[in-house]
Every structure is written in C-alpha cells, then in structure tokens.
C-alpha cells in the first residue's frame, strides 16, 4: 500500500522522470483528464462507452460540473514550510489517508472484464477508501474481499421492494463495509440520450445486477430461480430498481436497519441538508449523479457552499435547542461531480467538504488498463493534489479553509 505521508507528490514526479529520462519510459496513461477519456472511450464498445460517458438530456449539468469549478480560484501563500504534507483527514470518526474516496459506479464489467474487483484492488494497493456500487458486476462480499485492510463504504439504492433494501444493508453491514451510502437522485433512471440512442440498457444484458442475483430477499420475489430463468429475473430487477415513492420514510427505515454510519448522496438543496441534519443522518454527499440524472441541474460546486451552510446553521439550531447528540458525533459533507484533477479537489475542500469521491477518471484507467489502470490514475490525482497542496501555502487538508480560494468571473 501506497503511504501518501511519504512526499507522495514529488515523489511520483521522480519516479515518472526517472523512468522517461534514464529508461525511456513513459506513462502508460495519458495524464490529461480529457485526452484520458478519449483514450478510455476508444478502447470501449459503442454502447460502453455511451454509457459510461453520457449524461442526461443535453448534457449540460455535465458540462456546467466542469465549468463552474473554473469560477473558482485558489490564492496560494508563500513563505509557509509545507516540506512535510499530511494529507489525511477524519470522517465521521473514520481515519482516512487521504481526502479522497473512489465513488461508487456500477456496470463495471462492461469497462473491464475486471470489474469492480480490479477496481478494487487498485484502491487497497493505493490506501484510498472505495465505495462498492449496489449495482456492481462482482457480489458486495467479493469486493469487500479484494479491499483486504482498506476502508469500504457501500452505496445503496433504496428498491421498490423494502425488503430487498434491508437485505443489502444486512450484507453490508455483515461484510464488513463501514457506511452506508444512501443515493437519492435515483429513484428512476434519467433520460441519458446516447443511451436511448442505442436502445442499451446493460442490465438486460445481465451486466451491473450480481447483488440481486445473489440476495435471498430478491431471490425469494422470483417465480423462477434466476439460474432456470435468467430473462425474468432481469426483468424483475427493472421493476423493482430504483423507488419513485421514496421519501424520508425510506431514509428512518435504512437508519433502524443499521447501526453504521448512514450518508446521503445526492444533495443540492440547503433545504435537504437542514433536513438530513435534524433526522439524524451521519453525512450528505453534495452531488449530481456526475450530471446523469437531471439535465439543466445546479452544478454541484456552486451548490457546495449553501449545503455547508445549511449544515452548520442546522447543528447549532440543533445546540441551542439542547438536543442531545452521541459523544463524539459527527456530520460530514462530501462531495463529487466534476472532480478531475488536484486542483478541483482542494477547492471543493476548501469550500467545505470533508473529502471528495473520485468517479469516472479511475473508470477510464479501467477501460484502459484494468487494475494497473485504476492505480495510475489515482496515483497521480494524489500526486497532484499533494502538490497543489503544497505550492498553495498549506501542509495538510485541515488547513483548507474558503480563504485559498476566490470567486472569479470573467470580464
């Protein structure tokens, strides 16, 4: 496993050097985000990669994801001795090694034959937290396996059928996974135009669906063990994916369902936050499904701030009430949606988020080189966060405040 204490960035500089200039030898990967997805979309299929790159309608959340992080600037101080970096951080009294999760995406085995057990792999061999997707090619257990020693989250979307539901936390929880990421914008599948296009839905393919498959609780809805019949186990997955009736109702069920920290994905309104707050959730992640939900939403960073605002304003409305809270009780903020390279990080962390999640970049070293794919991709997002940490006047995560960045708008 990678120590990131250990100069991780200047580090990684010498070692790519090293190699171009003693050995010719170059990086396997493209290092720009873009020429990186280019790369990522030859190697898939047509439909893959539609899948994996498309986003809803227009694709304009997407593009606005990307934009918006442009209207921000990091103001960097001089003078600060920053020659010894930590770039670790506590989430919701979890010791991450770095600020940086690998979000959940599912339907990764039409990526790589891999899957998310390469992915996986990566993420322990790294020490960066991996968050396993409900709707992973490879069982929750099998990926809790290949994370070894590393932290592991699961993400869950609420089914149609509550018992499902519980039956995927249940698992989680005995499988050792430490939260329970709870997607909200989700309870319906977006209209994804490239995906309509090629009238591809990868799941009636029997890709992204091995959790369903194996859960006794889904089993026992099926007319037909899925091994006898296949096509209506799929389609009885269509039926009960996702939940349009879910409410906080759905959220109190989860949360007396487990005693594991319970997140929620998907937040943009402040409203939402302040709700999460007062029913006792563990954390929210500020996001937008990566913009493949709703097309035309906020970005998630311009949303960044007045989620974090809504938050502190709820806990100290909770405070002055007197509510009683657990000792040591803590609510994080994450976020994702448009995390492509070190800088973005350090602005999202600077404007309030605890760490950040990390999605399609590490699904592209996966189209591209399966596992060593993943891990050179996220080992230099690391490097380069490391180093932008540095050359803006900070030795460690806990120093990034509002104050290293500044609100910029073109004349």
């Known amino acids: 496993m990678d120590d990131p204490s250990e100069a991780y960035g200047p580090n990684r500089q010498r070692e790519v050097y090293a190699g171009g200039m003693l050995a010719d030898r170059r990086p396997e990967l493209p290092t720009d985000p873009e020429e990186l997805r280019a790369e990522a979309m030859d190697a898939l299929s047509e439909e893959a990669s539609a899948y994996v790159v498309g986003s809803a309608g227009g694709e304009d959340t997407a593009d606005q994801n990307r934009e918006a992080f442009r209207r921000w600037r990091i103001v960097p101080r001089m003078l600060r001795d920053v020659a010894e970096r930590d ?4 989430v919701l009294d979890q010791r991450l090694p770095v600020p940086v999760l690998l979000a959940p995406v ?8 891999g899957g998310e057990l390469a992915s996986a ?3 322990s061999d790294v020490g960066v937290p991996f968050v396993s997707s409900s709707a992973a090619s490879a069982t929750m257990e099998d990926v809790a396996e290949e994370l070894d020693d590393a932290t592991g989250w699961f993400q869950l979307y609420p089914s149609a059928d509550s018992e499902v539901t519980e039956s995927f936390v249940n698992r989680a929880e005995d499988a050792g996974y430490e939260a329970i990421v709870i997607t909200l914008d989700t309870p319906t599948m977006g209209w994804r135009e490239r995906d309509v296009a090629n009238a591809y839905l990868p799941f009636l393919d029997g890709e992204g669906v091995a959790n369903y498959l194996s859960d006794p609780a889904f089993r026992d809805s099926l007319d037909a063990p899925p091994e006898e019949d296949e096509q209506g186990a799929l389609w009885q997955f269509i039926e ?4 349009l009736s879910m409410d906080w109702e759905t959220v109190e069920r989860v949360r007396e369902a487990t005693d594991l920290p319970v997140i929620l994905k998907g937040i943009l309104h402040p409203e939402d936050a302040r709700e999460a707050v007062r029913r006792g959730v563990d954390g929210v992640v500020v996001s937008n499904h990566g913009g493949r939900q709703v097309d035309g939403a906020l970005s998630a960073i311009e949303a960044l701030p007045r989620v974090v605002s809504a938050v502190e304003d709820a806990r100290a409305a909770s405070d002055a009430a007197g509510d009683e809270r657990p000792d040591g009780d803590e609510f994080a903020v994450l976020f994702d949606s448009g995390i492509r390279r070190g ?4 602005k999202a962390i600077a404007l309030g988020a605890d760490a950040v999640l990390l999605g399609r970049p590490y699904v592209y070293g996966l189209a591209i080189d399966g596992e060593d794919g993943v ?5 230099n997002f690391l490097a380069d966060f490391d180093l932008t940490l540095a050359l803006s006047g900070r030795d460690s995560v806990s120093e990034l405040s509002k104050s290293v960045v500044s609100r910029w708008i073109a004349d």
Do not use: C, P
Not at 87 to 90: F, R, T
Not at 106 to 113: A, F, N
């Open 375 to 379: 891990r050179e991709v996220v080992r």
């Open 87 to 90: 770039l670790s951080v506590e």
């Open 121 to 123: 792999r990566a993420a």
């Open 240 to 243: 009960q994916f996702g939940d």
């Open 106 to 113: 599912g339907v990764q085995s039409i990526i790589h034959e």
């Open 343 to 346: 800088a973005d990080a350090i």
